[in-house]
């Protein structure tokens, strides 16, 4: 994957492996996310195939902690896609607020999820993200969460 001066946030390919990692503060193997599949200005979309190894697994099945890293990490992939992409630092970014998580099913070793995240609002630090993952096109599991991004970072 190559980052240019292109300032269109829509990707052309999947974002998979060391490009992958580049966008991550978080490394492996801390890492709940496969492939960056899509982002535009307020969303994004990832992939990640939960493997038997991964850490936050429990009796062959992510833990709902691996699932809001998920989602936090889906966000993360975004804003280190778009810094990439701009020739900017990644910022580091932490979970401020979890509200209204909701899971319905653990994914299982070997299936794959899909998380989507929309940004509802941006105050100063705070980004404010609802997320969403689905199993083979079904809901499994929502939230919304606040990410404080350190501004020394930036």
Same mark, same amino acid.
């Given at each position: 994957m190559t980052f240019g001066k292109n300032h269109s946030a829509d990707l052309k390919e999947a974002v998979t492996g060391s490009a992958l990692a580049a966008l991550l503060p978080q490394k492996y193997p801390f890492v709940f996310l496969t %492939? !960056?599949? /899509?982002?535009?200005?307020? #969303? %994004?979309?990832?992939?990640?195939?939960?493997?038997?190894? @991964? &850490? &936050? =697994? /429990?009796? +062959?099945? &992510?833990? @709902?902690? +691996? !699932?809001?890293e998920n989602i936090a990490q889906t966000s993360a992939a975004k804003l280190g896609y778009e810094c990439n992409r701009d020739n900017k630092k990644v910022p580091l970014g932490f979970i401020a607020d979890l509200k209204d998580f909701v =899971?319905?099913? &653990?994914? %299982?070793? +070997? #299936? #794959?999820?899909?998380?989507h995240v929309k940004i509802e609002n941006k105050v100063f630090d705070i980004t404010i993200i609802s997320g969403t993952v689905t199993l083979n096109g079904e809901k499994i599991a929502s939230c919304k969460m606040k990410i404080f991004i350190d501004p020394n970072e930036q």
């Open positions: %492939a !960056l599949t /899509d982002v535009s200005e307020t #969303e %994004a979309t990832s992939v990640f195939k939960i493997e038997a190894t @991964q &850490l &936050l =697994c /429990d009796n +062959g099945n &992510l833990n @709902q902690s +691996g !699932l809001i =899971c319905t099913r &653990l994914p %299982a070793v +070997g #299936e #794959e999820i899909t998380t």
